[in-house]
Nanobody, 116 residues
Framework: QVQLVESGGGLVQPGGSLRLSCAAS????????MSWYRQAPGKERELVAV????????NYADSVKGRFTISRDNAKNAVYLQMNSLKPEDTGVYYC?????????WGQGTQVTVSS
């Protein structure tokens, strides 16, 4: 059974930093790309960053380039999102995501609120 468990969200002031973690289980983690998405209130879920299985290919949404860094540890079955220089518009629920055997899986999400 595929499970994705996000953690690390919270309330942070503009300009601050957070590091999100996603613990994965139930599939062969080292063979699959992993993604982070976010959903702001009243908006559709959007792709934030994606990392290939061996970390050779990484892509970011234009809105987070230069501020966010996605990484993974295949030995720990974990993917991370380091978020720096946070802005109020980064507020939302952040989800990790994997496609496995034709199905899309999501974690429960972790809330990030950027506010003074």
């Amino acid at each position: 059974q595929v499970q994705l468990v996000e953690s690390g969200g919270g309330l942070v002031q503009p300009g601050g930093s957070l590091r999100l973690s996603c613990a994965a289980s139930g599939f062969t983690f080292s063979t699959k790309p992993m993604s982070w998405y976010r959903q702001a209130p009243g908006k559709e879920r959007e792709l934030v960053a994606v990392i290939s299985n061996l970390s050779k290919n990484i892509n970011y949404a234009d809105s987070v380039k230069g501020r966010f860094t996605i990484s993974r540890d295949n030995a720990k079955n974990a993917v991370y999102l380091q978020m720096n220089s946070l802005k109020p518009e980064d507020t939302g629920v952040y989800y990790c995501n994997v496609n496995w055997r034709g199905l899309t899986y999501w974690g429960q999400g972790t809330q990030v609120t950027v506010s003074s």
